[in-house]
Protein backbone atom coordinates (compact mmCIF):
# COMPACT_ATOMS: atom_id res chain seq x y z
CA UNK A 1 0.00 0.00 0.00
CA UNK A 2 1.16 3.12 -1.28
CA UNK A 3 0.94 6.16 1.75
CA UNK A 4 0.11 9.52 0.61
CA UNK A 5 2.02 12.25 2.29
CA UNK A 6 -0.45 14.85 3.82
CA UNK A 7 0.77 18.44 2.01
CA UNK A 8 0.19 16.11 -1.85
CA UNK A 9 -3.09 15.09 -0.31
CA UNK A 10 -4.31 18.14 0.10
CA UNK A 11 -2.54 19.26 -3.30
CA UNK A 12 -4.74 16.62 -4.98
CA UNK A 13 -7.87 17.31 -2.86
CA UNK A 14 -7.80 21.24 -3.76
CA UNK A 15 -7.29 20.30 -7.92
CA UNK A 16 -10.13 17.86 -7.88
CA UNK A 17 -12.00 21.09 -6.32
CA UNK A 18 -11.29 23.42 -8.94
CA UNK A 19 -12.12 21.05 -11.38
CA UNK A 20 -15.36 20.15 -10.10
CA UNK A 21 -16.43 23.79 -9.20
CA UNK A 22 -17.22 25.22 -12.79
CA UNK A 23 -19.31 22.35 -13.04
CA UNK A 24 -21.49 23.26 -10.21
CA UNK A 25 -21.85 27.28 -11.14
CA UNK A 26 -22.79 26.00 -14.66
CA UNK A 27 -25.51 23.49 -12.99
CA UNK A 28 -26.45 26.84 -10.95
CA UNK A 29 -27.04 29.43 -13.94
CA UNK A 30 -30.04 29.00 -16.36
CA UNK A 31 -29.40 28.22 -19.94
CA UNK A 32 -28.89 31.09 -21.76
CA UNK A 33 -31.61 31.83 -24.51
CA UNK A 34 -31.31 33.49 -27.99
CA UNK A 35 -33.68 35.13 -30.79
CA UNK A 36 -32.40 34.36 -34.38
CA UNK A 37 -34.16 36.44 -36.62
CA UNK A 38 -34.18 36.37 -40.25
CA UNK A 39 -34.83 39.40 -41.90
CA UNK A 40 -35.45 40.80 -45.15
CA UNK A 41 -35.03 44.93 -46.00
CA UNK A 42 -38.07 46.28 -44.72
CA UNK A 43 -39.81 46.92 -41.16
CA UNK A 44 -37.32 44.43 -39.26
CA UNK A 45 -34.14 45.97 -40.72
CA UNK A 46 -35.31 49.34 -39.44
CA UNK A 47 -36.27 47.46 -35.64
CA UNK A 48 -32.68 46.18 -36.12
CA UNK A 49 -31.12 49.70 -36.54
CA UNK A 50 -32.87 51.00 -33.61
CA UNK A 51 -31.64 48.80 -31.55
CA UNK A 52 -34.81 48.51 -29.34
CA UNK A 53 -35.54 44.79 -29.15
CA UNK A 54 -32.14 44.11 -27.76
CA UNK A 55 -33.12 46.52 -25.28
CA UNK A 56 -36.62 44.87 -24.08
CA UNK A 57 -34.61 41.17 -24.13
CA UNK A 58 -31.93 42.18 -22.04
CA UNK A 59 -33.73 41.95 -18.54
CA UNK A 60 -34.61 38.35 -19.85
CA UNK A 61 -31.14 36.95 -20.91
CA UNK A 62 -32.10 37.28 -24.02
CA UNK A 63 -29.60 38.02 -27.18
CA UNK A 64 -30.03 38.89 -30.22
CA UNK A 65 -28.91 37.62 -33.41
CA UNK A 66 -29.68 39.06 -37.00
CA UNK A 67 -29.05 37.67 -40.55
CA UNK A 68 -30.37 39.51 -43.68
CA UNK A 69 -32.00 37.20 -46.58
CA UNK A 70 -33.61 38.46 -50.04
CA UNK A 71 -37.02 36.45 -49.93
CA UNK A 72 -39.38 34.84 -47.55
CA UNK A 73 -38.79 30.95 -49.00
CA UNK A 74 -35.13 31.35 -48.35
CA UNK A 75 -36.15 32.48 -44.78
CA UNK A 76 -38.42 29.29 -44.45
CA UNK A 77 -35.66 27.09 -45.66
CA UNK A 78 -33.46 28.67 -42.74
CA UNK A 79 -36.07 27.47 -40.45
CA UNK A 80 -36.67 24.20 -41.75
CA UNK A 81 -32.91 23.24 -40.79
CA UNK A 82 -32.80 25.17 -37.63
CA UNK A 83 -30.86 28.03 -38.36
CA UNK A 84 -33.19 30.99 -37.37
CA UNK A 85 -36.09 31.34 -35.13
CA UNK A 86 -38.16 34.38 -36.36
CA UNK A 87 -38.69 35.98 -40.06
CA UNK A 88 -41.40 37.84 -41.39
CA UNK A 89 -42.74 36.55 -44.96
CA UNK A 90 -45.92 37.22 -47.37
CA UNK A 91 -49.00 35.16 -47.38
CA UNK A 92 -47.71 32.34 -49.68
CA UNK A 93 -44.52 31.18 -49.04
CA UNK A 94 -45.63 29.52 -45.46
CA UNK A 95 -48.35 27.42 -46.98
CA UNK A 96 -45.74 25.63 -49.30
CA UNK A 97 -43.72 25.50 -46.40
CA UNK A 98 -45.92 24.28 -43.87
CA UNK A 99 -47.00 21.30 -46.78
CA UNK A 100 -43.41 20.66 -47.10
CA UNK A 101 -43.63 19.53 -43.69
CA UNK A 102 -41.64 22.38 -41.87
CA UNK A 103 -42.15 22.99 -38.05
CA UNK A 104 -43.93 26.66 -38.70
CA UNK A 105 -45.83 28.41 -36.44
CA UNK A 106 -47.68 31.62 -37.55
CA UNK A 107 -46.75 34.56 -34.53
CA UNK A 108 -48.63 37.88 -36.14
CA UNK A 109 -50.12 39.68 -39.11
CA UNK A 110 -49.82 43.15 -40.70
CA UNK A 111 -53.42 44.58 -40.89
CA UNK A 112 -54.42 43.83 -44.85
CA UNK A 113 -52.28 45.91 -47.27
CA UNK A 114 -54.63 45.21 -50.77
CA UNK A 115 -52.90 48.24 -52.61
CA UNK A 116 -49.39 47.00 -52.36
CA UNK A 117 -50.06 44.49 -54.96
CA UNK A 118 -51.24 44.64 -58.96
CA UNK A 119 -51.49 43.70 -62.38
CA UNK A 120 -50.22 46.18 -64.18
CA UNK A 121 -49.81 47.08 -68.07
CA UNK A 122 -47.36 49.27 -70.22
CA UNK A 123 -48.50 52.74 -70.37
CA UNK A 124 -50.22 52.31 -74.08
CA UNK A 125 -50.91 48.99 -73.52
CA UNK A 126 -54.64 47.60 -75.43
CA UNK A 127 -55.95 46.20 -71.90
CA UNK A 128 -58.22 48.00 -70.27
CA UNK A 129 -60.11 45.08 -67.93
CA UNK A 130 -59.19 42.04 -66.26
CA UNK A 131 -61.51 40.13 -69.13
CA UNK A 132 -58.84 41.45 -71.46
CA UNK A 133 -56.20 39.62 -70.11
CA UNK A 134 -57.82 36.67 -71.38
CA UNK A 135 -54.80 34.71 -73.33
CA UNK A 136 -52.40 37.37 -72.76
CA UNK A 137 -48.50 36.63 -71.55
CA UNK A 138 -49.41 37.34 -67.57
CA UNK A 139 -45.41 37.37 -65.91
CA UNK A 140 -45.72 36.48 -61.72
CA UNK A 141 -43.64 34.72 -58.85
CA UNK A 142 -44.95 31.03 -58.81
CA UNK A 143 -46.99 30.23 -55.43
CA UNK A 144 -46.34 34.26 -54.37
CA UNK A 145 -48.93 36.34 -52.76
CA UNK A 146 -49.38 37.52 -56.23
CA UNK A 147 -50.32 34.22 -57.55
CA UNK A 148 -53.40 34.04 -55.31
CA UNK A 149 -54.42 37.85 -56.66
CA UNK A 150 -54.27 36.63 -60.13
CA UNK A 151 -56.93 33.44 -59.32
CA UNK A 152 -58.89 35.72 -57.45
CA UNK A 153 -58.85 38.56 -59.91
CA UNK A 154 -60.03 36.00 -62.71
CA UNK A 155 -62.66 34.74 -60.52
CA UNK A 156 -64.02 38.02 -59.89
CA UNK A 157 -64.27 39.16 -63.49
CA UNK A 158 -64.89 35.28 -64.82
CA UNK A 159 -62.23 34.88 -66.79
CA UNK A 160 -61.64 31.10 -66.24
CA UNK A 161 -57.70 30.03 -64.34
CA UNK A 162 -57.61 27.89 -67.55
CA UNK A 163 -57.95 31.11 -69.83
CA UNK A 164 -54.85 33.03 -68.24
CA UNK A 165 -51.68 32.62 -70.22
CA UNK A 166 -48.93 32.41 -67.15
CA UNK A 167 -45.85 33.15 -67.42
CA UNK A 168 -43.69 32.02 -64.09
CA UNK A 169 -40.97 34.91 -63.35
CA UNK A 170 -39.09 36.14 -60.71
CA UNK A 171 -39.38 39.85 -60.40
CA UNK A 172 -36.26 40.95 -61.74
CA UNK A 173 -36.80 38.55 -64.63
CA UNK A 174 -40.60 40.02 -65.10
CA UNK A 175 -39.32 43.23 -64.92
CA UNK A 176 -36.67 42.73 -67.72
CA UNK A 177 -39.27 40.80 -69.69
CA UNK A 178 -41.95 43.67 -69.07
CA UNK A 179 -40.27 46.64 -70.31
CA UNK A 180 -38.90 44.30 -73.41
CA UNK A 181 -42.34 43.70 -74.51
CA UNK A 182 -42.16 39.67 -74.04
CA UNK A 183 -45.22 39.58 -71.41
CA UNK A 184 -48.37 41.69 -71.48
CA UNK A 185 -48.61 42.14 -68.38
CA UNK A 186 -47.15 41.83 -64.96
CA UNK A 187 -48.17 41.11 -61.40
CA UNK A 188 -46.16 42.17 -58.69
CA UNK A 189 -45.62 43.83 -55.16
CA UNK A 190 -44.21 46.75 -53.65
CA UNK A 191 -41.60 48.07 -53.91
CA UNK A 192 -41.21 46.32 -57.39
CA UNK A 193 -44.59 47.57 -58.13
CA UNK A 194 -43.54 51.56 -57.11
CA UNK A 195 -40.38 51.61 -58.86
CA UNK A 196 -42.39 49.92 -62.49
CA UNK A 197 -44.85 52.77 -62.21
CA UNK A 198 -42.71 55.50 -61.02
CA UNK A 199 -39.60 54.41 -63.98
CA UNK A 200 -41.47 52.45 -66.63
CA UNK A 201 -44.99 54.16 -66.58
CA UNK A 202 -46.54 51.48 -66.03
CA UNK A 203 -50.65 51.69 -65.25
CA UNK A 204 -52.16 49.63 -62.96
CA UNK A 205 -54.98 47.79 -64.14
CA UNK A 206 -56.51 45.98 -61.20
CA UNK A 207 -54.84 45.88 -57.40
CA UNK A 208 -56.08 43.76 -54.76
CA UNK A 209 -58.64 45.94 -52.99
CA UNK A 210 -62.19 44.27 -53.01
CA UNK A 211 -60.14 40.84 -53.71
CA UNK A 212 -57.60 39.55 -51.35
CA UNK A 213 -56.22 41.11 -47.79
CA UNK A 214 -52.40 40.50 -48.70
CA UNK A 215 -51.29 40.36 -45.46
CA UNK A 216 -47.52 40.07 -43.85
CA UNK A 217 -46.98 37.35 -41.77
CA UNK A 218 -44.24 37.13 -38.96
CA UNK A 219 -43.36 33.26 -37.86
CA UNK A 220 -41.27 31.15 -35.84
CA UNK A 221 -41.02 26.88 -35.10
CA UNK A 222 -43.87 25.48 -33.10
CA UNK A 223 -40.89 24.56 -30.77
CA UNK A 224 -39.68 28.09 -30.25
CA UNK A 225 -43.10 29.48 -29.75
CA UNK A 226 -43.83 26.75 -26.93
CA UNK A 227 -40.65 27.61 -24.94
CA UNK A 228 -40.25 31.40 -25.89
CA UNK A 229 -43.92 33.27 -25.88
CA UNK A 230 -42.91 35.77 -23.38
CA UNK A 231 -39.76 36.33 -26.20
CA UNK A 232 -41.68 36.57 -28.96
CA UNK A 233 -44.60 38.47 -27.31
CA UNK A 234 -41.98 41.28 -27.16
CA UNK A 235 -40.73 41.34 -30.26
CA UNK A 236 -44.24 41.74 -31.94
CA UNK A 237 -44.68 44.73 -29.45
CA UNK A 238 -41.58 46.18 -31.33
CA UNK A 239 -42.06 45.35 -34.60
CA UNK A 240 -45.79 47.20 -33.89
CA UNK A 241 -43.77 50.66 -32.29
CA UNK A 242 -42.04 50.74 -36.01
CA UNK A 243 -45.74 49.84 -37.84
CA UNK A 244 -46.79 53.12 -35.40
CA UNK A 245 -44.05 55.24 -36.12
CA UNK A 246 -44.11 55.15 -39.45
CA UNK A 247 -47.74 55.74 -40.02
CA UNK A 248 -47.61 58.87 -38.11
CA UNK A 249 -43.74 59.71 -40.18
CA UNK A 250 -44.22 58.75 -43.24
CA UNK A 251 -42.04 60.54 -44.92
CA UNK A 252 -38.92 59.60 -42.78
CA UNK A 253 -40.04 56.07 -43.29
CA UNK A 254 -40.09 56.35 -46.70
CA UNK A 255 -36.75 58.09 -46.80
CA UNK A 256 -34.97 54.86 -45.07
CA UNK A 257 -36.79 52.52 -46.77
CA UNK A 258 -35.34 53.66 -49.81
CA UNK A 259 -32.34 53.76 -48.91
CA UNK A 260 -32.43 50.18 -47.81
CA UNK A 261 -34.13 49.30 -50.85
CA UNK A 262 -31.66 51.22 -53.01
CA UNK A 263 -34.65 52.75 -54.47
CA UNK A 264 -35.35 56.93 -55.53
CA UNK A 265 -37.31 58.40 -52.88
CA UNK A 266 -40.14 59.09 -55.08
CA UNK A 267 -41.03 55.23 -55.34
CA UNK A 268 -40.60 55.11 -51.25
CA UNK A 269 -43.24 57.53 -50.90
CA UNK A 270 -45.57 55.86 -53.12
CA UNK A 271 -45.27 52.11 -51.34
CA UNK A 272 -45.41 53.73 -48.01
CA UNK A 273 -48.09 56.08 -49.01
CA UNK A 274 -50.77 53.27 -49.80
CA UNK A 275 -50.02 51.10 -47.48
CA UNK A 276 -51.91 50.95 -44.21
CA UNK A 277 -49.90 50.05 -40.59
CA UNK A 278 -50.11 47.76 -37.78
CA UNK A 279 -48.91 44.09 -36.41
CA UNK A 280 -51.28 42.06 -34.34
CA UNK A 281 -50.56 38.52 -32.59
CA UNK A 282 -52.22 36.23 -34.80
CA UNK A 283 -56.00 34.72 -34.35
CA UNK A 284 -58.09 31.81 -35.49
CA UNK A 285 -59.85 34.21 -37.64
CA UNK A 286 -56.38 35.71 -39.68
CA UNK A 287 -55.55 31.58 -40.11
CA UNK A 288 -59.40 31.19 -41.39
CA UNK A 289 -57.81 33.83 -44.58
CA UNK A 290 -54.59 31.86 -44.60
CA UNK A 291 -56.94 28.54 -44.99
CA UNK A 292 -58.55 30.05 -48.33
CA UNK A 293 -55.64 30.15 -50.00
CA UNK A 294 -53.99 26.93 -48.87
CA UNK A 295 -57.71 25.50 -50.33
CA UNK A 296 -57.06 27.56 -53.47
CA UNK A 297 -53.46 26.33 -54.32
CA UNK A 298 -54.28 22.54 -53.45
CA UNK A 299 -57.55 22.73 -55.60
CA UNK A 300 -54.99 23.90 -58.77
CA UNK A 301 -52.73 21.54 -57.15
CA UNK A 302 -49.68 23.43 -56.43
CA UNK A 303 -49.30 22.29 -53.27
CA UNK A 304 -49.08 18.20 -52.78
CA UNK A 305 -51.67 17.86 -50.04
CA UNK A 306 -54.24 19.38 -48.36
CA UNK A 307 -53.37 21.23 -45.02
CA UNK A 308 -55.04 22.70 -42.04
CA UNK A 309 -53.45 25.84 -40.68
CA UNK A 310 -54.55 25.65 -37.40
CA UNK A 311 -51.64 23.29 -36.90
CA UNK A 312 -49.37 26.07 -37.64
CA UNK A 313 -50.88 28.06 -34.69
CA UNK A 314 -49.23 28.62 -31.19
CA UNK A 315 -50.36 28.03 -27.87
CA UNK A 316 -53.05 30.25 -26.39
CA UNK A 317 -54.52 31.29 -29.99
CA UNK A 318 -57.50 33.91 -29.88
Known sequence: MTLISAPRRRLIQGVAAAIALPSFAALAQAPARQLRIGNQKGPLSVLKGRGTLEKRLAPLGVTVKWTEFTAGPVQLEALNVGSIDFGDVGEAPPIFAQAAGAPLAYVAATVPRPRAEAVIVPKGSAIKTVADLKGKKIALNKGSNVHYLIVKLAEKHGLPYTDLNLVYLPPADARAAFEKGSVDAWVIWDPFLAAAEKSLEARVLADATGVVGNRGYYFSSLDYVAKNADVLAIAVEEINKIDVWGAANKGDYAAELATLWGLPKPVANLSVGRVDYGTTPITKAILAEQQQIAD???????????????????????
Do not use: D, R, Y
Not at 296 to 318: R, V
Open 296 to 318: TFFALKLIPKKINLLEAAGAGIA
